[in-house]
């Protein structure tokens, strides 16, 4: 029984895994493009710096609280969304870039 | 109301001459202003009168104009609020310039809040300032009838009552009126070619180019907001000034500070958020050559390398910044306040 329950929920992380979308979010020219994102609960959020030099995203909201650190020229870093809500990610470095997640 | 704010028809008039890539250079037309605390006369008026009055400090003698005068670049010219501050207390940092401060989105050295009413009392309380709790100001203003009438004038649903609230909104919307007037660089962006001398228009290139000043003094404010850590006296150097670090202790903000304006910097020396530089040469030495140290300072922007800018380049550089300087925006320094 035990085993059995086992697979059924590594079986439901996989499916839900594999539903998870991952969004692209691209800091080129001190702007987070896009602005703005609706996403899932589970779904993953991609930073990629486009510009020649370093960025960051963090966001403070409670319940999906992140920080990527300082992001050189050209990296990419993922996060993952936690909680349903909206909020704000800015870039710790330039706080005119502003990006707002929906998360549903 | 746009000649209330010395916006300049001049500018107005002929933005539309600027050529597309030299547009970005020139001041909006309008000064951003929140909802809840739109311009009007009466307030600029009132925000005027509190921002020059001495009896909203503790000793009676110190105004916001002490460390941030119009007669100053809006500063007050000392490296740090020496004997300045209440009863000679000295502030930490170089008194940062009110000018344009409308359009940043981020206040103090340290960005640590965002709009000028959430700024416009933090220097009343603070020790090293004019020291005075609001708990006790509040009271003390609200007893002066002069001052009832010009916030029931101003804010009419205040009814003349003075709270902390109101206080913030009138000394932020005379705050939001002290914007830059025109320099010979916005002639020059303008189209006027004449207006910037040869050296300038040289040191106008290198700043976007070689030097890389353009990476962070960038718009018509010469600043977009970014923080950074420049690599002066902080943190690994044995500094206490940690920055925007002591706001939230995010790594990315070890050592780091606003990004200031350049616009009317010949008349705000000395510079840095330490005012340890003591001119436009050595600031641009600074900056354009890799900081002032070749330590490993800790967290240190990548900004901050070594341009190889030579005494030439430095040279122009400055000619251009001091074609920044436009003249002092038109304003009577009130002598006589509410009683």
């Known amino acids: 029984m035990k085993t059995i329950l ?70 990419e870093n993922k996060v993952t969304v936690k909680a349903a809500g909206t909020f704000s990610v800015e870039c710790a470095i330039h706080p005119n870039m502003l990006l707002e997640v929906t998360a549903k | 109301m746009l000649i209330k704010l010395g916006l300049s028809a001049l500018l107005l008039s002929t933005a539309m001459y600027a050529t597309e890539d030299m547009k970005k250079w020139l001041r909006p037309a309008e000064v951003p202003q929140p909802a809840n605390n739109k311009l009007t006369p009466e307030r600029i008026e009132l925000g005027k009168l509190l921002y020059f009055d001495t009896r909203l400090s503790s000793s009676g003698k110190i105004s916001c104009a002490t460390c941030h005068h119009p007669k100053q670049g809006w500063t ?107 320099a010979p660089f916005d002639k020059y962006a303008m ?35 970014s923080f950074h850590n420049i690599g002066l006296n902080d943190g690994d150097l044995g500094g206490k000034e940690l920055g925007r670090y002591l706001v939230k202790r995010r790594a990315a903000w070890y050592g780091v500070f606003k990004t200031p304006t350049l616009r009317d910097i010949t008349k705000s020396a000395p510079y840095m958020h330490d005012g340890s530089v003591k001119t436009l040469t050595e600031a ?42 436009g003249p002092d925006m038109k304003l009577k320094i009130p002598t006589k306040f509410p009683q």
């Open chain 2, 284 to 325: 641009t030495h600074v900056c354009g050559n890799g900081g002032r140290y070749e330590h490993n300072v800790k967290n240190k922007s990548t900004f901050m390398v070594d341009r190889k800018l030579t005494k030439s380049d430095i040279s122009k550089i400055t000619s251009f910044l001091k074609s920044l300087e």
């Open chain 1, 6 to 75: 086992k697979t059924l929920l590594i079986s439901l992380a996989i499916a839900a895994s594999a539903n998870a979308a991952n969004h692209l979010v691209d800091q080129k020219g001190k702007t987070f493009i896009p602005h703005a994102l609706t996403v899932a609960v589970g779904d993953t959020i991609t930073f990629k710096n486009s510009d020649p030099f370093a960025h960051n995203a963090y966001t403070d909201d409670e319940a999906n609280e992140f920080d990527i650190g300082m992001q050189a020229a050209g990296a």
């Open chain 2, 191 to 225: 189209g006027e070619k004449g207006a910037l001398s040869k050296s300038a228009k040289k040191g106008f290139e290198l700043f976007k180019g070689k030097a890389h000043c353009i990476d962070c003094h960038d718009g018509f404010n010469f600043s977009d907001g």
């Open chain 2, 76 to 182: 007050d010219l000392i490296p740090t609020s020496k004997a300045v501050g209440h009863e000679g207390a000295v502030g930490p940092r170089n008194s940062p310039v009110v000018l344009n401060t409308a359009y940043q989105n981020r206040q103090f050295w340290d960005g640590r809040v965002r709009t000028l009413e959430q700024q416009a009392l933090g220097p009343i309380e603070a020790d090293v300032e004019m020291n005075m709790p609001l708990d006790v100001l509040i009271p003390k203003l609200n007893k002066i009838k002069g001052y009832q009438k010009l916030f029931a004038k101003a804010y009419p649903e205040s009814k003349g009552v003075i709270t902390n609230d109101y206080l913030a909104k009138a000394i932020a919307s005379f705050e939001r009126t002290v914007v830059s007037t025109i």
